[in-house]
């Protein structure tokens, strides 16, 4: 997400006045833990989206900068994680050598396809491009001029693929409260608007991810000024032309975790469908780059 001041100073005022109620809230059903990542490299911070291993145990993220990052987990005996071991974050390339433009590089939404090569949407220059490999150039895909007249800083924030390596992207504001998310579809190397998301209030779109399941989850954030962030994460049934069996899979309440954008699901050893979210501190020192994550119910 961008940086607005607003909600920087808001969100700052939430933790310097310290105020309390929201931690002593139960978790939702199925939380699993939290845990914050930390380093002093300069382009650490902003994470905006993450892809976890199959196993659990590994992940790829990526900044709301242009870098990307990968961590390697250890976990205790609940299952939770207790370290991490990051990588030096790195920029993305563009075409060629260099990296990506400043104005250019604000990516939010990763996803990783079946055959290993990595998709990055942005949400300033509404685009999406194609990484054979992560450390490698970039390929860009045709772009919509519908894409032009998203709104600016609130475009493609998520980014998801599924098992038969069609990709799905929504931004993050939709124009209207009452005005339904666009979901795009690129397949065949084409791009098509089939369907909306129903917005709900101040919820918006920032993450998403195909579960081993085959269902969309869609993770949403609505801040509520000096009380912080709540999140929820939805799950839909995808058709050719619509979007159904919705459900509700998680809702945190206010202020019980910081600004959560990326989200990934996998199947843990136990056989239980995980959601694990990462928040974007802003590069804020006051927010926190935390690794979230809820057991789902079957």
């Not at 075409?95 to 400043?102: D, G, S, T, V, Y």
């Not at 000024?225 to 058709?239: D, K, P, Q, T």
Request: no cysteine.
């Amino acid at each position: 997400m961008p940086k607005r001041p607003l909600l920087a100073l808001m969100a700052g005022a939430f933790l310097v006045l310290g105020l309390e109620g929201s931690a002593s809230q139960p978790y939702s059903e199925g939380f699993v833990g939290a845990f914050a990542l930390q380093s002093d490299h300069e382009l650490f911070g902003g994470l905006s989206s993450i892809e976890m291993s199959e196993d659990g145990l590994s992940f790829l993220a990526i900044t709301d900068r242009g870098a990307w990052l990968r961590g390697t987990l250890t976990r205790g005996p609940q299952d939770q994680i207790t370290d991490a071991t990051l990588t030096e974050p790195r920029l993305l390339r563009g075409r060629f050598e260099a990296p990506l433009e400043a104005g250019r590089n604000d990516s939010e939404g990763l996803a990783v396809a079946p055959d290993g090569s990595v998709y990055i949407s942005f949400e300033n220059v509404a685009r999406v491009l194609r990484y054979p490999t992560i450390d490698g150039p970039a390929q860009n895909l045709i772009t919509p001029r519908e894409f032009a007249s998203l709104q600016r800083n609130s475009a493609l924030e998520a980014l998801a693929v599924s098992a038969d390596g069609t990709l799905y992207t929504i931004p993050e504001r939709s124009g209207q409260l009452t005005r339904p998310f666009p979901v795009w579809r690129y397949r065949d190397g084409k791009w098509d608007q089939p369907f909306g998301l129903r917005r709900d209030g101040g919820y918006l779109v920032v993450g998403a991810d195909f579960g081993p399941d085959g269902r969309l989850y869609v993770l949403e954030r609505e801040f509520h000024g000096i009380a912080g962030f709540s999140s929820r994460l939805r799950s839909f049934a995808v058709g050719e032309d619509s979007l159904t069996d919705e459900r509700t899979e998680l809702e945190s309440g206010t202020g019980q975790h910081d600004n959560l954008e990326g989200v990934s699901i996998w199947r843990d050893a136990g056989g239980s469908l995980r959601a694990t979210m990462i928040s974007d501190d802003n590069f804020n020192f006051f927010q926190t780059t935390e690794i979230v994550e809820y057991r789902l119910s079957p």
